[in-house]
Protein backbone atom coordinates (compact mmCIF):
# COMPACT_ATOMS: atom_id res chain seq x y z
CA UNK A 1 0.00 0.00 0.00
CA UNK A 2 0.97 3.64 0.09
CA UNK A 3 0.89 4.28 3.84
CA UNK A 4 1.26 2.43 6.79
CA UNK A 5 -2.00 0.69 7.54
CA UNK A 6 -3.55 -0.21 11.16
CA UNK A 7 -6.28 -2.28 11.93
CA UNK A 8 -8.91 -2.42 13.59
CA UNK A 9 -9.75 1.19 13.57
CA UNK A 10 -11.72 0.67 16.41
CA UNK A 11 -11.63 -2.18 19.36
CA UNK A 12 -13.76 -2.23 22.22
CA UNK A 13 -12.52 -4.83 24.70
CA UNK A 14 -13.72 -5.95 28.68
CA UNK A 15 -11.57 -5.34 31.14
CA UNK A 16 -9.25 -8.27 31.43
CA UNK A 17 -9.30 -9.41 28.36
CA UNK A 18 -6.05 -9.86 25.37
CA UNK A 19 -6.38 -7.69 22.40
CA UNK A 20 -3.88 -7.85 19.37
CA UNK A 21 -3.51 -4.62 17.08
CA UNK A 22 -1.68 -5.09 13.60
CA UNK A 23 0.51 -2.67 11.86
CA UNK A 24 1.57 -2.81 8.08
CA UNK A 25 4.40 -0.44 7.49
CA UNK A 26 5.49 0.82 4.14
CA UNK A 27 7.06 -1.47 1.72
CA UNK A 28 10.41 -2.02 2.01
CA UNK A 29 10.56 0.11 5.17
CA UNK A 30 13.60 -1.60 7.94
CA UNK A 31 11.97 0.28 10.71
CA UNK A 32 8.99 -0.01 12.48
CA UNK A 33 7.56 1.78 15.99
CA UNK A 34 4.35 1.75 18.49
CA UNK A 35 3.78 4.45 20.35
CA UNK A 36 0.54 5.10 22.54
CA UNK A 37 -1.16 8.59 22.03
CA UNK A 38 -3.55 8.95 25.65
CA UNK A 39 -5.17 12.13 27.14
CA UNK A 40 -2.98 14.08 29.36
CA UNK A 41 0.02 12.02 28.53
CA UNK A 42 0.77 12.48 24.97
CA UNK A 43 2.91 10.17 22.26
CA UNK A 44 4.49 7.88 24.26
CA UNK A 45 7.36 6.00 22.48
CA UNK A 46 6.14 1.92 23.42
CA UNK A 47 9.03 -0.34 21.20
CA UNK A 48 11.15 0.42 18.33
CA UNK A 49 12.14 -2.93 15.64
CA UNK A 50 15.06 -2.20 12.95
CA UNK A 51 15.58 -5.30 11.07
CA UNK A 52 16.71 -8.13 12.47
CA UNK A 53 18.08 -6.46 15.68
CA UNK A 54 16.72 -7.20 18.94
CA UNK A 55 13.85 -4.93 19.61
CA UNK A 56 14.25 -1.62 21.79
CA UNK A 57 11.50 -2.35 24.43
CA UNK A 58 12.52 0.53 26.40
CA UNK A 59 8.88 1.98 26.63
CA UNK A 60 6.46 -0.70 27.53
CA UNK A 61 4.70 -0.15 30.24
CA UNK A 62 4.54 -3.28 31.63
CA UNK A 63 5.17 -7.00 31.07
CA UNK A 64 1.26 -7.33 29.70
CA UNK A 65 2.37 -5.36 26.22
CA UNK A 66 4.16 -7.32 23.89
CA UNK A 67 4.87 -6.91 20.38
CA UNK A 68 6.51 -9.20 17.25
CA UNK A 69 7.37 -8.13 14.20
CA UNK A 70 7.26 -11.14 11.15
CA UNK A 71 9.52 -11.36 8.78
CA UNK A 72 10.62 -7.75 9.04
CA UNK A 73 7.40 -6.40 7.97
CA UNK A 74 3.49 -7.14 9.64
CA UNK A 75 4.05 -6.40 13.01
CA UNK A 76 1.44 -7.50 15.71
CA UNK A 77 0.96 -5.38 19.23
CA UNK A 78 -0.53 -7.59 21.77
CA UNK A 79 -1.94 -6.56 25.54
CA UNK A 80 -2.74 -9.10 27.71
CA UNK A 81 -5.12 -8.67 30.54
CA UNK A 82 -6.20 -5.20 29.79
CA UNK A 83 -6.91 -2.64 31.71
CA UNK A 84 -8.93 0.40 31.49
CA UNK A 85 -5.78 2.87 31.83
CA UNK A 86 -4.62 0.84 28.43
CA UNK A 87 -7.27 2.73 26.45
CA UNK A 88 -5.97 5.26 24.30
CA UNK A 89 -4.47 5.17 20.45
CA UNK A 90 -2.18 2.97 19.02
CA UNK A 91 0.06 4.45 16.49
CA UNK A 92 2.65 2.72 14.34
CA UNK A 93 5.10 4.40 11.82
CA UNK A 94 7.74 3.02 9.53
CA UNK A 95 10.98 4.75 8.24
CA UNK A 96 13.19 3.46 5.36
CA UNK A 97 17.35 3.41 4.84
CA UNK A 98 18.58 2.58 8.50
CA UNK A 99 16.54 3.92 10.79
CA UNK A 100 18.61 6.14 11.96
CA UNK A 101 17.21 9.24 13.89
CA UNK A 102 17.14 11.71 10.97
CA UNK A 103 14.63 9.29 8.93
CA UNK A 104 11.39 10.75 8.67
CA UNK A 105 8.80 8.28 10.33
CA UNK A 106 5.90 7.64 8.24
CA UNK A 107 2.94 7.31 10.84
CA UNK A 108 -0.30 5.43 10.43
CA UNK A 109 -3.88 6.25 11.35
CA UNK A 110 -3.82 4.53 14.43
CA UNK A 111 -6.14 2.13 16.33
CA UNK A 112 -8.28 3.00 19.06
CA UNK A 113 -9.01 1.03 22.10
CA UNK A 114 -11.23 1.32 24.50
CA UNK A 115 -10.98 -0.93 27.42
CA UNK A 116 -14.46 -0.92 29.58
CA UNK B 1 16.93 12.21 28.73
CA UNK B 2 15.14 14.36 26.41
CA UNK B 3 11.94 16.08 27.04
CA UNK B 4 9.31 18.32 24.75
CA UNK B 5 7.99 21.23 26.49
CA UNK B 6 4.68 22.63 24.02
CA UNK B 7 3.91 25.85 26.02
CA UNK B 8 0.10 26.11 24.67
CA UNK B 9 -2.25 23.55 24.75
CA UNK B 10 -4.85 25.00 22.35
CA UNK B 11 -4.13 28.25 20.24
CA UNK B 12 -7.19 30.11 18.63
CA UNK B 13 -6.39 32.35 15.48
CA UNK B 14 -8.46 34.29 13.31
CA UNK B 15 -8.27 32.95 9.69
CA UNK B 16 -5.34 35.02 7.89
CA UNK B 17 -3.42 36.06 11.17
CA UNK B 18 -0.09 34.65 11.82
CA UNK B 19 0.71 31.98 14.14
CA UNK B 20 3.57 30.73 16.28
CA UNK B 21 3.53 27.69 17.99
CA UNK B 22 5.97 27.31 20.68
CA UNK B 23 8.10 24.15 21.62
CA UNK B 24 11.12 24.09 24.10
CA UNK B 25 13.55 21.26 24.13
CA UNK B 26 15.92 19.76 27.17
CA UNK B 27 18.78 17.71 25.98
CA UNK B 28 22.36 17.16 27.05
CA UNK B 29 23.32 16.29 23.31
CA UNK B 30 22.74 17.30 19.65
CA UNK B 31 19.24 16.48 18.40
CA UNK B 32 17.29 16.25 15.27
CA UNK B 33 13.90 17.97 15.97
CA UNK B 34 10.69 17.72 14.48
CA UNK B 35 6.86 19.09 13.84
CA UNK B 36 4.28 17.10 12.93
CA UNK B 37 0.74 17.88 12.18
CA UNK B 38 -2.18 15.76 13.05
CA UNK B 39 -5.81 16.40 11.40
CA UNK B 40 -8.87 15.16 13.06
CA UNK B 41 -8.82 11.04 12.95
CA UNK B 42 -5.93 10.89 10.98
CA UNK B 43 -2.36 10.00 12.07
CA UNK B 44 0.45 12.12 11.85
CA UNK B 45 2.05 14.01 9.39
CA UNK B 46 5.64 15.10 8.97
CA UNK B 47 5.59 19.19 8.56
CA UNK B 48 9.41 19.95 9.08
CA UNK B 49 12.86 19.01 10.08
CA UNK B 50 16.23 20.28 11.17
CA UNK B 51 18.82 17.83 11.33
CA UNK B 52 21.87 20.36 10.81
CA UNK B 53 22.59 23.03 8.96
CA UNK B 54 20.46 26.31 8.33
CA UNK B 55 18.78 27.03 11.39
CA UNK B 56 15.22 28.34 9.95
CA UNK B 57 13.44 25.31 8.11
CA UNK B 58 10.47 25.80 5.53
CA UNK B 59 7.57 22.99 5.37
CA UNK B 60 4.96 22.08 3.65
CA UNK B 61 1.83 24.07 3.87
CA UNK B 62 3.47 27.29 4.38
CA UNK B 63 4.90 26.52 7.64
CA UNK B 64 8.47 27.30 8.88
CA UNK B 65 10.30 26.71 11.93
CA UNK B 66 13.18 28.15 13.43
CA UNK B 67 16.25 26.02 15.71
CA UNK B 68 17.58 28.28 18.54
CA UNK B 69 20.46 26.51 20.55
CA UNK B 70 20.81 29.22 23.14
CA UNK B 71 17.63 29.28 24.00
CA UNK B 72 16.69 25.18 23.37
CA UNK B 73 13.82 26.39 20.99
CA UNK B 74 11.95 25.42 17.99
CA UNK B 75 8.90 27.47 17.74
CA UNK B 76 6.86 26.78 14.46
CA UNK B 77 5.21 29.78 12.93
CA UNK B 78 2.67 30.93 9.55
CA UNK B 79 2.33 33.97 8.74
CA UNK B 80 -1.09 33.62 7.60
CA UNK B 81 -3.02 30.59 8.51
CA UNK B 82 -6.28 29.32 6.64
CA UNK B 83 -9.53 27.59 8.60
CA UNK B 84 -7.17 24.42 6.84
CA UNK B 85 -4.95 24.45 9.37
CA UNK B 86 -7.27 23.46 12.46
CA UNK B 87 -5.64 20.59 13.56
CA UNK B 88 -3.17 19.45 16.71
CA UNK B 89 0.48 20.19 16.51
CA UNK B 90 2.78 18.03 17.96
CA UNK B 91 7.02 19.25 18.37
CA UNK B 92 8.87 16.08 18.69
CA UNK B 93 13.05 15.57 19.12
CA UNK B 94 14.91 12.59 18.38
CA UNK B 95 18.37 12.33 19.86
CA UNK B 96 21.04 11.61 17.05
CA UNK B 97 22.49 8.62 18.51
CA UNK B 98 19.27 6.90 19.41
CA UNK B 99 15.88 6.87 16.58
CA UNK B 100 12.40 7.10 19.03
CA UNK B 101 10.81 10.34 19.37
CA UNK B 102 9.97 12.19 22.28
CA UNK B 103 6.94 14.12 21.96
CA UNK B 104 5.62 17.82 23.08
CA UNK B 105 1.63 16.97 24.65
CA UNK B 106 1.00 18.73 21.52
CA UNK B 107 -0.69 22.42 20.69
CA UNK B 108 -4.27 22.47 19.21
CA UNK B 109 -4.91 24.73 16.03
CA UNK B 110 -8.04 26.55 16.07
CA UNK B 111 -8.76 28.87 12.98
CA UNK B 112 -11.85 30.75 13.24
CA UNK B 113 -13.19 32.25 10.18
Known amino acids: GAGVSQSPSNKVTEKGKDVELRCDPISGHTALYWYRQSLGQGLEFLIYFQGNSAPDKSGLPSDRFSAERTGGSVSTLTIQRTQQEDSAVYLC??????????????FGPGTRLTVL | AQSVTQLDSQVPVFEEAPVELRCNYSSSVSVYLFWYVQYPNQGLQLLLKYLSGSTLVKGINGFEAEFNKSQTSFHLRKPSVHISDTAEYFCAVSDRGNTPLVFGKGTRLSVIA
Open chain 1, 93 to 106: ASSSRGGGASDTQY
